[in-house]
C-alpha cells in the first residue's frame, strides 16, 4: 500500500498507552501505525522524523466563541485567527457555538454561524446550538441533530442578554435530548444569589476599594455548585444526560463525582485558567483583564480539579476562548459589571495542560491525551473520526518536543489579543509540527496552514452506545 506521507520513530501516544510506531497516512487517513513503515517505504514516500518527539493526536477544544458579538462589542479573534491559534497549539478540530436570539430559528442561525466560519477557519469545526426560548425552539432539535449538532446549550444566568433559561426550561431540555439522543450542555451558576451579591457591591465605594477583585468576591463557590447541584437533580430525575462546561469550583467536582457514582448521567470540563490561576490575579494592576465567567477561584480549588481531572470525574478540557484586547477589557472604567468577560486561550491550552499536569506528574501523557483530545471526541460525537490515532480515523497529528519550553509572549501567539493571562510564562507542549487531515498546517512551530482549509464536521452521539 502506498502512503503520502510517514511520521517516523516517534512515541505514539493513546488514551491508554505509548507504542514506538510509525504513521503512515493516505488520503486525509491514518492509514497503517506499525514499527519500520518508513524503512518499508524508503525512497518513495515523505518522511517526518519524530525521533524523541511525543505524537499525539489532534486536541479538540470543545468550547470556544470566535466572532462573538456581545454588549456591543466583538470578540478579537474570528475563525481566522481563533483557528490559526488553535492549530499553533496542537488543537485541529474546534467546537463553537450557534446562539439564536429569542424567535429566531435554529436553522436561521446555524447558516449565519456557518456563514462566519466558512472560508475562514484553518482547522476543522463544528457548532453546539444554544438553547435560547426553548418552547419555541424545540421543535427544531431533531432536524439540528441531523445536521450533525447533537449537542445543545443552555444558561442559567445572563437574563438580560436573552440567553437565560429557568430550571423547568432546563428540564424540558433534558427531557427532550433523552428523547431525541442530544446532550445538554449547561452553563451552571445560579443568578438570584449572584445578582444579590453584584448589587450589594456595585458602589463607588466598594468598587474603589476592591477594583476588579469585585468580580471574584461576588462569585464565590457556592455561586456554581448550587447550581450544579440543581442541575444534577434535573439531570437525575429525567435520565437526561447533563455536561457541566467550564466547571471552576472545587465544590462542582465533589457533586459530579457523587452524582456519577449514584448513576446520574453528568460529566464536565474544566478549563486551563482554572488550572493554572487563581483568584489573585484579580488583584494585580491588570486584573480586570483576568475577568471571565465563571471566575477563576482559589488554590483549593485548582488542586481539586487537578484531582478530578486525574480520577476522570471531569473528562475534558477545553478552554471557552472569548478574547478581548485591553482597550476593549478597559472600557470597565473601574466598574466590575461592565469588564468584557472572556479570555484567549487554545494556543495554550495543551501546553498549560503538559506543564502542569505531565511534567508536574498530576497526569500521565496518556492521561493528557484521554482528557485533550479522545474524551472531548466522544462526549461530543467526534469519535472516532478524531481524537485518537488509529487506523481509519483523520490523520489529526501533532509532534510535540517533550521537554522543550517556550517563553509565552502575546507578540508571538498567534490570537490578536495584545496580553495574555500566560505572559513570560514557560510552557512546553507546543506544537512542533501539525497536521489536519494530514496537510501539515504547523511546521517548526509556525503556522503555515491557510484560511478555508478548515471543514464543517457533522458530529453525532450514537457511537456513544459502543463507546459508552
Ligand atoms: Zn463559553
Not at 445560579?190 to 476599594?209: A, F, G, K, Y
Request: charged fraction near 25%; charge should be positive; hydrophobic fraction near 35%.
Amino acid at each position: 500500500m502506498s502512503m503520502d506521507l510517514i511520521i517516523a520513530n516517534g512515541r505514539v501516544v493513546t488514551g491508554e498507552k505509548t507504542v514506538r510506531a510509525d504513521i503512515g497516512i493516505r488520503g486525509g487517513k491514518i492509514a497503517s501505525i506499525a514499527p519500520k513503515l518508513a524503512r518499508k517505504h524508503a525512497g518513495r514516500t515523505r518522511v517526518i522524523d519524530a525521533s524523541d518527539r511525543y505524537v499525539l493526536p489532534g486536541a479538540i477544544d470543545e468550547h470556544v466563541h470566535l466572532d462573538l458579538s456581545v454588549g456591543g462589542m466583538v470578540t478579537a479573534d474570528d475563525f481566522e485567527s481563533g483557528t490559526q491559534m488553535a492549530a499553533c497549539g496542537g488543537v485541529t478540530s474546534i467546537v463553537d457555538f450557534v446562539t439564536p436570539h429569542r424567535g429566531e430559528s435554529l436553522q436561521r442561525a446555524l447558516n449565519e454561524r456557518r456563514g462566519q466560519a466558512e472560508g475562514k477557519a484553518c482547522v476543522d469545526y463544528g457548532f453546539h446550538m444554544s438553547l435560547t426560548d426553548l418552547s419555541r425552539q424545540a421543535r427544531e432539535v431533531p432536524r439540528m441533530i441531523e445536521l450533525g449538532i447533537p449537542t445543545f446549550k443552555q444558561y442559567m444566568i445572563y437574563a438580560k442578554a436573552g440567553l437565560q433559561s429557568n430550571d423547568g426550561e432546563i428540564f424540558a431540555a433534558l427531557e427532550l435530548l433523552r428523547e431525541v439522543g442530544g446532550r445538554l450542555l449547561l452553563h451552571a451558576e445560579t443568578p438570584d444569589v449572584l445578582d444579590l451579591l453584584v448589587e450589594r457591591n456595585h458602589t463607588r465605594s466598594q468598587m474603589n476599594r476592591y477594583g476588579a477583585r469585585l468580580h471574584a468576591r461576588t462569585r464565590p463557590d457556592f455561586i456554581e455548585a448550587q447550581a450544579v447541584a440543581r442541575a444534577i437533580e434535573w439531570a437525575r430525575i429525567t435520565r437526561g444526560s447533563l455536561f457541566i462546561v467550564h466547571v471552576s469550583a472545587g465544590k462542582s467536582v465533589d457533586l459530579i463525582e457523587q452524582a456519577q457514582q449514584e448513576g446520574v448521567s453528568v460529566r464536565g470540563e474544566t478549563c486551563p485558567h482554572y488550572l493554572a490561576l487563581t483568584e489573585r490575579v484579580f488583584g494585580g494592576s491588570d486584573g480586570h483583564l483576568y475577568a471571565t465567567c465563571p471566575q477563576v477561584k482559589k488554590l483549593s480549588d485548582q488542586r481539586r480539579l487537578w484531582e478530578g481531572l486525574k480520577s476522570g470525574v471531569i473528562g475534558c478540557v477545553s478552554t471557552d476562548t472569548c478574547s478581548f484586547t485591553r482597550t476593549q477589557k478597559n472600557r470597565w472604567g473601574g466598574d466590575f459589571t461592565r469588564i468584557p468577560m472572556g479570555l484567549p486561550g487554545s494556543e495554550t491550552m495543551v501546553p498549560i495542560v503538559y506543564t502542569h499536569g505531565v511534567l508536574k506528574r498530576r497526569l500521565t501523557i496518556n492521561e493528557l491525551v484521554d482528557r485533550c483530545c479522545t474524551t472531548p471526541a466522544k462526549v461530543m460525537g467526534l469519535y472516532p473520526r478524531k481524537g485518537i490515532l488509529r487506523v481509519g480515523s483523520d490523520a489529526d497529528i501533532v509532534i510535540v518536543h517533550p521537554t522543550q519550553r517556550r517563553r509565552v509572549d502575546w507578540r508571538l501567539l498567534h490570537s490578536r489579543c495584545d496580553w495574555s493571562p500566560y505572559q513570560g510564562w514557560s510552557l512546553a507542549g507546543f506544537a512542533e509540527h501539525a497536521f489536519c487531515r494530514g496537510i501539515q498546517i504547523v511546521k517548526d512551530y509556525q503556522f503555515i496552514g491557510h484560511a478555508g482549509f478548515g471543514q464543517y464536521v457533522p458530529r453525532s452521539l450514537s457511537c456513544l452506545v459502543m463507546c459508552e
